[in-house]
């Protein structure tokens, strides 16, 4: 395994766009019946929904961070053949993005492709900054419901991290209403990351032993690195199914990349305490100094993440 990730060309490498940063997307004053709110954190209030993450501003810069830590790391924002499709002014190309959250990764492609029709769905309430794209709309939905476009609709379909969304029994379902909705021809493709950090100590151990609890007590897919190529394959209309893997170093020695990468692990961290509480067994104190423990080992130790995506077309029959 290399010991650092790839350096940046030069201090520009990688820019937190101005444009995306979240500003409240509901008042909290309103927000009742729509959010919950645990240690100081606002979280979704969707009764069959058990995604752990909160819903706050907090939470949207992480994800806007995230995205451009990803963006460089993978160079790209997506690996399936389809710049082509993107490029083509006459082709009106129709992207979904499911689960879009901050909805930065939109943000990113819509610039890159201002010809192209985007929209992100995600299952809470409206995202007003969206409506500074020309090219992109909001459709708020959750697609364990099944998905509210027609057959055959878009040329690519991008999903990201909702491994703690689903429930392990409707990954197929999902996979099924993804390619229902997909054009011949179209590519559907699936990012996610391994449930735990490799080569970290023991609070990063304990910390991660307690998500995968939690991950298996709502019934998530704690092995979807190994089965989401497998649902791909047994999904029957899909081909040219790939997986890509990178692994994200962190800590002190990994390069500026990494150091970034671990600050925004640590905020994913800090994001899941609530979620964790029960699972922890330990008090509100014992828990702040175990998160202490967990940054400082994600700062120091060459502990990394293994990311992977999974991608294929729809035959065209």
Known sequence: MEKKNEPFKNNNDIIIDESSKTTDLIDD?????????????????????????????????????????????????????????????????????????????IFDMANEYPDVSFIGLDMLPNHPELTKLSNATYVQHNILDGLPFEDNTFDFIHQRFLGSSYPKQKWMFVINELVRILKP????????????????????????????????????????????????????????????????????????????????????????????????KISTKELDDLFEAVAKEISELDCYKIFYRVYASKKVI
């Open 185 to 280: 021809g179209g590519y559907l493709e699936i990012m996610e990351s391994q449930p735990d950090i490799c080569q970290g100590g023991p609070a990063l151990k304990r910390y991660y032993d307690a998500l995968k609890e939690m991950m298996t007590t709502n019934d998530f897919d704690t092995d979807l690195y190994h089965n989401l190529y497998k649902y791909f394959t047994e999904q029957g209309e899909l081909e040219n199914i790939h997986q890509e893997e990178r692994n994200l170093i962190y800590g002190k020695n990994s390069g500026e990349l990494g150091q970034m990468a671990g600050n925004a692990a640590i905020m994913f961290c800090d994001g899941l305490k609530p979620a964790l509480s029960p699972f922890l």
């Open 29 to 105: 004053n309103n927000s009742e019946n729509k959010f919950r709110f645990i240690d100081g954190r606002r979280f979704h209030n969707i009764k069959n929904s058990k995604y752990p993450m909160p819903n706050d501003n907090k939470e949207h810069n992480r994800l806007n961070y995230q995205q451009s830590i990803l963006r460089h790391h993978w160079q790209g924002n997506f690996s399936s053949p389809i710049k082509k499709v993107l490029e083509n002014n006459e082709n009106k190309a129709k992207i979904l993005d499911v689960g879009c959250g901050s909805a930065s990764w």
